[in-house]
């Protein structure tokens, strides 16, 4: 649609700019369609804008929106490094778009373009920090800054290594490398070589899927388990030592005097070179019988331990 005012020809955006832009599914022909949407005037971008904001047009919305897609897809571009998608990235800096939109004021003096590039690489920033790692790399403002800019930085030194033909190269930063992103940065290079070796590393399964042949591939969940602070082996364990100590006490109760002697002289005390107690011929000559007796009697006092134990337990 064509507007003529003596010699000037302003060229509005169509009656439905969303026409242009092709079914999802074709990453191509999106990126071509944005690119084809005509770019508002800074009066028409105030015009829009005023109408947003006074009415809640959301036509309005819309026509703003559509004139910055393809700036949402030079931005997203940038961060193709990462190995995300990149349909993914121009997603998630789409939405940054549409919340810039919503709180732009046109009254503040400045276009869209500038305020909504901040909205835009938010959005971005935090949908890699979420799914760059399945463990976030990055939580605080200080971290998101290093994260982000470290790569850069380190191919930067990788390019400067190049231009003077450096004999050997490192993929990791050399101390001097640190101090210089650290200072740039103003982090501490504790922090720069926590946040190089968090980038490094990679995801690990904990619990690994089978192998081709069916076998139980191993994982670390194999040797993370603390089996001695599991709930059924800590009760089991507490009521052995309640068996050891209380236990023990009351099945000895149960017993005569001489059969409990016999029992605490042969299983229950230690000599001080570590051997054990007094023997079945030796407790045989204490009380004059034979050593079989003392066996006989043993074993009943044995059984009726065993029985008081059953019954404490």
Known sequence: ??????????????????????????????ISA?????????????TYARQLKDNND???????????????VSIARQYLGYGLPHGDLIQEG??????????FDPDQGVRLVSYAMHWIKAEIHEYILKNWRMVKVATT????????????????????????????HRDTLSDREIDTVAAQLNVKREEVIEME???????????????????????PIAYLADASHEPTAMIESRQRDVLATDGITTALGSLDDRSRRIVEERWLKVNDDGTGGMTLHELAAVYGVSAERIRQIEVAAMKKMKKALAEYA
Not at 1 to 30: C, E, F, H, K, R
Not at 34 to 46: A, D, I, K
Not at 197 to 219: I, K
């Open 1 to 30: 649609m064509n507007i003529q005012s003596g010699t000037a020809t302003t060229t509005l955006a169509p009656a439905n700019p969303w026409a242009l832009v092709p079914p999802l599914g074709n990453l191509d022909a999106y």
């Open 34 to 46: 944005v690119n084809r949407l005509p770019l508002l005037t800074h009066e028409e971008e105030q």
């Open 58 to 72: 959301l036509d309005a919305a819309g026509r703003l929106v559509m004139s910055h897609l393809r700036l949402v």
């Open 94 to 103: 789409n939405v940054g778009l549409m919340k810039a939109v919503k709180r």
């Open 141 to 168: 403002k200080a971290q998101r800054k290093l994260f982000f800019n470290l790569r850069s930085m380190k191919q930067g030194f990788k390019a400067d290594a190049a231009a003077a033909d450096a004999a050997t």
């Open 197 to 219: 070796t968090r980038m490094s590393g990679g995801d690990v399964l904990l619990d690994p899927a089978p192998s081709d042949d069916g076998e139980q591939a191993f994982g």
